[in-house]
């Protein structure tokens, strides 16, 4: 009696002791997974920070300085240029190419992402039908989104020209006059305008038919059912439920339209005179069209059109919550 009441109490601590010791590498464990977990997340997500701060942090911060200081080709390369303010960005709203360049910067994107938008909708909601050549036909719609845009603009500058160009010969086959697309003040922006719509149909397409299906095929037979026709259809539950992902599109596309270079450079350089002038063709005059270039007033330039990107970015935040909060 006496050696099993003795016993207990000594087996007592000594397991309480085991336990301990066998939890106390559980407990670590579980102290250090969470550890462990972060620093891969932060492994997985270093290249990214890299990038964004390298590719996009970096010109952004050089490209303010280079506006706020009065750089010439010595002092960027020497370094020690004056501050000056925003005495750039008072020189390039007071330039005679200010209005212009407003002007056809507006109507440029105006115009084209209407168009874009408009056909995009209308053949997405086409192919949205999915009759037999649907897919062979969307994949030929896409061509023009996959060429690059130099080989796009090539051809459609050939296509254009006055002499020889394909659009003049149609014309004249119906009794019609030539016209001078790119040579001429009238017609020249209106020509970068055209060729761009054709380059943007394709991505409005995509993106319009995937938000498509995502539209469920019960509240057309429903619609269907209670007679509605396919006007109805479409404005009563195509239109409404593609309005997310209209507005994305819309964003998107007036972010990349606002700073098209390559078209309008190499079908018209900007001409004839500043006919076809935007921001962005009017900074790269400003940094590299001449010897003796004034690259502070470019930067300022580029930084309208950021601010200006930045501004329909905050206008789609607001209507995102408004729609959100609805």
Do not use: C
């Amino acid at each position: 009696m006496t050696t099993t009441q003795t016993a207990a109490p000594r087996s007592g601590p000594s397991r309480a002791g085991g336990a301990s010791r066998d939890a106390s590498p559980v407990r670590t464990g579980r102290l250090r997974r969470p550890r462990s977990t972060q620093w891969a997340a932060w492994a997985f997500l270093a290249p990214v920070v890299i990038y964004l701060i390298v590719f996009y942090a970096y010109p952004l911060y050089r490209n303010v300085e280079l506006s706020v200081k009065d750089y010439t080709v010595r002092s960027f390369v020497q370094g020690g240029a004056p501050f000056v303010g925003l005495d750039n960005y008072v020189k390039v709203v007071q330039d005679p190419t200010f209005v212009p360049a407003l002007v056809h910067t507006a109507l440029f994107t105006v115009v084209s992402i209407v168009f874009q938008f408009t056909f995009g909708l209308l053949l997405a909601v086409f192919f949205h039908q999915n009759f037999r050549l649907s897919g062979t036909l969307r994949a030929l719609f896409l061509v023009p989104w996959l060429l690059p845009l130099i080989v796009s603009a090539s051809t459609w500058s050939w296509m254009m020209n006055s002499d020889s160009g394909v659009i003049n010969s149609v014309l004249h086959t119906f009794g019609l006059p030539p016209v001078n697309w790119l040579t001429s003040p009238t017609w020249a922006l209106v020509s970068v305008i055209i060729a761009n719509i054709w380059i943007g149909i394709p991505f409005n397409l995509v993106i319009l038919y995937s938000g498509l299906q995502n539209i469920s095929a019960d509240l057309y037979e429903a619609a269907s059912l209670d007679g509605a026709n396919a006007w109805q259809k479409f404005w009563r539950i195509t239109f409404p439920l593609l309005r997310p992902v209209s507005a994305i599109t819309i964003l998107l596309g007036l972010v990349y339209t606002l700073k098209v270079f390559d078209i309008i450079w190499i079908m018209t350089r900007g001409g004839p005179g500043n006919s076809s002038t935007t921001f962005s063709i009017w900074s790269y005059q400003l940094g590299f069209g001449s010897t003796l270039p004034d690259l502070s007033p470019a930067a300022a330039v580029g930084n309208l059109l950021i601010v200006l990107a930045l501004v329909f970015g905050l206008i789609y935040i607001q209507v995102q919550r408004k729609q959100d909060n609805a």
